[in-house]
Antibody
Framework: QVQLQESGPGLVKPSGTLSLTCAVSGGSISSSNWWTWVRQPPGKGLEWIGEIYHTGSTNYNPSLKSRVTISVDKSKNQFSLKLSSVTAADTAVYFC????????????WGQGTMVTVSS | DLVMTQTPLSSPVTLGQPASISCRSSQSLVHSDGNTYLSWLQQRPGQPPRLLIYKISNRFSGVPDRFTGSGAGTDFTLKISRVEAEDVGVYYCMQATQFPWTFGQGTKVEIK
């Protein structure tokens, strides 16, 4: 059974770079799935950030594209998110999820990790 | 971007009674491959989202049959036939037909 677990600093300074990792267990990151990041500001809805395939192919939300980098490390069976030039508006719970190709839906989610942008 | 609009934003329901949530997209969600990539997710308090329904009406593994999805084109509905206490949470529709993937604002289902 595939499980996802996010990790990374819970506090980032304004103008800094947010860095998170999602470890995939119970399955291979090289399977035919897209690996995704979604965020949720406190008390608000969900926003898709972007996704990566194990080949390194990526798709990003245009609203964040200039600041986002998603990468994959097949040797560690994990993928990562970097978001640069952060502001308080980037404070959110960050989820990683698996995008299954057939239903084209996010069928497995991590528990999420809260990241606060503050000095 | 495709805008997903849900109504109502809040739905107080009596236990055992039905609930219905509407989701409307700003453009047709029919993909060039003929599929419609509209899914529904449930987020219980303090939990990550959970996939309930994909491609309009397909129940995901382990989802009770009291959850039913329907619709076509730009208009979609999630129905809960008899609301149980464990159904409390926020429900989101999501489209994966056109980049960027987008979500509805969410509908909060609570018990009266």
């Amino acid at each position: 059974q595939v499980q996802l677990q996010e990790s990374g600093p819970g506090l980032v300074k304004p103008s800094g770079t947010l860095s998170l990792t999602c470890a995939v267990s119970g399955g291979s990151i090289s399977s035919s799935n897209w690996w995704t990041w979604v965020r949720q500001p406190p008390g608000k809805g969900l926003e898709w950030i972007g996704e990566i395939y194990h080949t390194g192919s990526t798709n990003y939300n245009p609203s964040l594209k200039s600041r986002v980098t998603i990468s994959v490390d097949k040797s560690k069976n994990q993928f990562s998110l970097k978001l640069s030039s952060v502001t308080a508006a980037d404070t959110a719970v960050y989820f990683c999820a698996r995008g299954a190709p057939a239903p084209n839906a996010f069928d497995i989610w991590g528990q999420g990790t809260m990241v606060t942008v503050s000095s | 971007d495709l805008v997903m609009t849900q109504t109502p934003l809040s739905s107080p329901v009596t236990l055992g009674q039905p609930a219905s949530i509407s989701c409307r997209s700003s453009q047709s969600l029919v993909h060039s491959d003929g599929n419609t990539y509209l899914s529904w997710l449930q987020q219980r308090p303090g939990q990550p989202p959970r996939l309930l329904i994909y491609k309009i009406s397909n129940r995901f593994s382990g989802v009770p049959d009291r959850f039913t999805g329907s619709g076509a084109g730009t208009d979609f509905t999630l129905k809960i036939s008899r609301v149980e206490a464990e159904d409390v949470g926020v429900y989101y529709c999501m489209q994966a037909t056109q980049f960027p993937w987008t979500f509805g604002q969410g509908t909060k289902v609570e018990i009266k």
